[in-house]
């Protein structure tokens, strides 16, 4: 199966999505946070840095429950940065 490439709003949508993350995980190691999700050290650093930009979806909802964050939130955060213009 061939995948299709992503547009750049999903790529934007994923450093988006990293960044919220990041941010949330605070002064909490990326060791911390991956043993408590259950994948690799490498595998946030990607998710956060956006080199993930479409990271599965068990993933992203074992770093949200290891940062106590709610799904709902967390990509309700995400719609509303990426519907905010860059500079406002």
Do not use: C, N, W
């Given at each position: 199966m061939v ?8 790529i ?11 941010r ?31 990271p599965?979806?068990f993933?992203?909802?074992?770093i ?25």
């Open positions: 995948r299709e490439p992503l547009t750049q709003s999903q934007e949508r994923g450093r988006l999505l990293g960044g919220l993350l990041r949330a995980r605070a002064d909490r190691t990326m060791v911390d946070v991956a043993r408590q999700a259950g994948i690799s050290v490498e595998t946030l650093r990607k998710i956060e840095g956006g080199r993930i930009p479409t599965a979806f993933t992203v909802a074992a949200a429950a290891a940062l106590d964050l709610s799904l709902d939130d967390l990509f309700r955060r995400v719609d509303e940065a990426a519907a905010t213009p860059v500079g406002a």
